[in-house]
């Protein structure tokens, strides 16, 4: 054997365990993220639990890794995703070595190559590499599933087995503390593993009886949710009652909240949208290794044909609970739910390509393949993104929030940025102790209010206010609570809270809807933090894939809608300039703009379609909207041109609107027919517009007339 394959196998194992824990370690994000990340923080820093169904096993795990004396908490638990990540692809390559060795594979460079291509596929594919650079579960579930489908393999081909059927049981029921659709999937991967094992159907099924305590006992990490509730720690829910710990554990509490998916698709269509993902997320090479190892299978002995079966089906299994949710690919944690399903398609692809029968000169054929399986194509797209892991601008941004409010004031917080930020603030960092935020999407939550009891105005009690729906009566509730004793600031809708200044992302309330301060509380820390030039807000992509990005510009977007209703439109433009630093310099020129007032409503904005936050393109059509609104169509339509030339087609659509607001009904059919030329797939964006130009058509509508959110003086 050559000395590189001797070393290689003596220590190649360890040394690339380590480098990509290290690669990963630099990488990782030290600032809070959006979605769960400053949640599940909080929940492993006090022992507590985040959202439903909790997580704890993650929050329990995770808490030892806040000892750690490394930096801030954020960075030491995402320390701990980068190292469990690090050992799920480990795992990925043990599982790989394993179903080699019972395949009896001989010994070549692929076989030696295949386990480390596989942990290479595993770590930087689109499933697992996102979750590793931040604070999140999905690290810890997809290395507890490996190890449970690890030992159903074991129980699969022993003549016994049954200690490995109990290892399998516990920890599937671990995972149902940690993540239910991986459990799932893990429990679907058992299917055909009992159903296809050889021996006696007795033996099987005494074994699926005495792993039923096992599972059990694994699932029992669900009891920390209530006795860690009873402590007073921090969850979202109330697990303390049975029917508060089924709605916890079973989710029923955060779909009651406001639980993210599609909806409306048909099974067909959510099973055709899970089968594309797999397929970028996994790439070409695993899914022809799994069809070669499939069309390999009838070469197999008999005696290893039904296990082979088994192997061949355990991707597709693993993936049914992914396609029975409504799975949306723009969410990073739906993505995640796809790891195990695909983590198992690159390991079944990897040894088909290891079986493959070559010699002559075919005989570095399986190298090759397995070469090119661990170098997954999809991967570098997440690659490219590791340097913007990190998001210092989203920590500025949560420190204004916090620290910019008045003493013993009460904030009404709308978004989960801003939610999870104040948890994180007060959990981790004892900040702002006399301030009560009510995060509105929860106000109809009791023990949610509960947490407002420590400041003096609330009792803890939920209060009912005026409004249309529960939600809106008890935010309303809270600030008519407050509004005569203490400063109340809210970042939500203004049809909350009426009358105010402006003060960074909030809106500083006035009493009973009376204006008696100016415009903008100039005075305000959160003020001069997101009107200072100093900061470079939108120099590149920003955290996360950029969602952190999204915060900032949805946060800007606010800010500059308010700024113009109260008609200081200089400082519109100039909030929705700090999104588009990314623009050639001489058409950010274009929003240097002075009006005193605006000539007409602003057009309706054309969003990116199902995108979760606003995206860049998204503030160069919001920039257009106001410029043509105060006066100034020909430098919105140029902004506009420019970038319709970038390739955004949502651009013409725009250009559209703002022709049609102007009267101009030729120009608006115009640019819709471009629109349509350019983005077919995009034509039923153009809906509302073809609405309001047939009803213009029966004299039923004029331009300007329809109503919506974002109107200037």
């Known amino acids: 054997m050559p000395l590189a394959l001797r070393l290689l196998k003596a220590y190649g194992d360890t ?113 697992l590499l996102r979750q590793a650079l931040r604070v999140e579960v999905y690290s810890l579930a997809l ?23 109990l290892r399998a049981a516990f920890l599937t029921g671990l995972l149902c503390a940690l993540d239910l659709p991986q459990a799932l999937g893990v429990a679907c991967v058992a299917v055909p593993a009992v159903l296809l094992k ?34 007073g720690a921090n969850m979202w829910g109330d697990p303390t009652s049975w029917a508060g710990f089924w709605n916890y554990v079973s989710g029923a509490a955060y779909d009651a909240n406001g639980g993210v998916g599609v909806e409306g698709l048909d099974f067909a269509a959510r099973v055709s949208t899970v089968a594309l993902h797999v397929a970028l997320a996994s790439g070409i090479a695993p899914l022809a290794g799994m069809a070669l190892f499939g069309a390999g299978i009838l070469r197999l002995p008999e005696s290893t044909r039904r296990f082979a079966v088994a192997v061949a089906l355990a991707p597709l299994v693993a993936l049914i609970p992914v396609g029975e949710c409504a799975f949306d690919p723009s969410l990073p944690d739906h993505v995640a739910y796809l790891a195990l399903g695909v983590t198992l398609l690159i390991v079944v692809g990897a040894v088909g390509f290891v079986l493959i029968p070559a010699s002559g000169a075919l005989r570095w054929l399986p190298f090759a393949l397995v070469l090119g399986l661990g170098m997954n194509i999809p991967a570098f797209s997440e690659v490219r993104a590791l340097p913007n892991a990190d998001a210092p601008a989203l920590e500025t941004l949560a420190g204004a929030a916090v620290d910019g409010v008045p003493p013993r004031s009460l904030v009404v917080v709308a978004s989960d940025f801003f939610c999870t930020s104040w948890l994180l603030a007060q959990a981790v960092d004892g900040a702002r102790p006399d301030v009560a935020h009510l995060c509105s999407g929860l106000a109809t939550e009791a023990w949610h209010w509960r947490s407002l009891g420590a400041h003096p105005v609330f009792s803890g009690n939920p209060i009912r206010g005026a ?113 588009l630093g990314w623009l050639p310099a001489d058409q950010r020129e274009v929003l240097a703009f002075e009006a005193e007032r605006a000539i007409h409503p602003p057009a309706p904005p054309v969003r990116t379609p199902r995108a979760v936050f606003q995206t860049r393109e998204d503030m160069v059509r919001y920039a257009a909207i106001m410029l043509d609104a105060i006066g100034a169509p020909d430098r919105a339509e140029a902004l506009l041109e420019r970038q319709a030339s970038r390739g955004d087609a949502l651009a013409y659509l725009q250009l559209a609107w703002l022709a049609f ?53």
């Open 198 to 231: 050889g021996g006696p159907v007795t033996r099987r099924v005494r074994a699926l009886g005495i792993s039923i305590p096992a599972f059990l006992v694994g699932g029992a990490a669900l009891a920390y949710l209530p006795a860690r509730a009873h402590a």
């Open 15 to 127: 040394a690339a365990a380590v480098g990509a824990g290290l690669a990963l370690a630099w990488f990782t994000a030290a600032s809070p993220l959006p979605f769960d990340a400053p949640e599940i923080t909080a929940a492993a820093f006090e022992l507590g639990a985040s959202h439903a169904p909790g997580q704890s096993l993650h929050a329990f795990l995770g808490h030892f890794a806040t000892w750690l004396p490394l930096g801030p908490v954020t960075w030491r638990l995402g320390l701990f995703s980068a190292a469990l990540a690090t050992l799920a692809a480990c795992a990925a390559a043990g599982l790989t070595r394993r179903l080699l060795a019972w395949f009896d594979a001989a010994p070549s460079p692929a076989r030696t190559a295949a386990p480390y291509a596989v942990a290479a596929a595993t770590l930087l594919g689109p499933t």
């Open 467 to 579: 409004g249309r729906t529960p939600t809106e009566q008890f935010t309303r509730g809270a600030i008519a609570q407050g509004i005569d004793h203490i400063p109340v600031l809210a970042e939500a809708s203004e049809t909350l809270g009426g009358h105010g200044a402006v003060a960074g992302p909030y809106l500083m309330l006035d009493a009973h809807g009376v204006p008696t301060r100016d415009a903008v509380w100039a005075e305000s820390i959160a003020e001069r933090l997101l009107a200072g030039d100093r900061w470079a807000w939108s120099s590149a992509d920003v955290g996360d894939e950029d969602s952190g990005g999204g915060v900032l510009r949805a946060t800007f977007v606010t800010r500059a809608l308010r700024l113009a209703s109260r008609a200081r439109f200089k400082l519109a433009l100039a909030a929705l300039g700090r999104t």
């Open 661 to 713: 607001r102007s009267g101009d009904r030729a120009r608006a059919e115009a640019s819709l027919l471009t629109f349509g030329s350019v983005a077919p797939e995009l034509k039923p964006e153009a809906a509302p517009l073809l609405a309001e130009l047939g009803a213009d058509d029966e004299g039923t509508a004029t331009p300007g007339a329809s109503d919506d959110n974002h109107r200037l003086p």
């Open 143 to 165: 290395f507890v599933s490996l190890l449970a489908v690890r030992q159903l393999v074991e129980w699969a081909v022993a003549e016994h087995g049954l200690k490995h059927a």
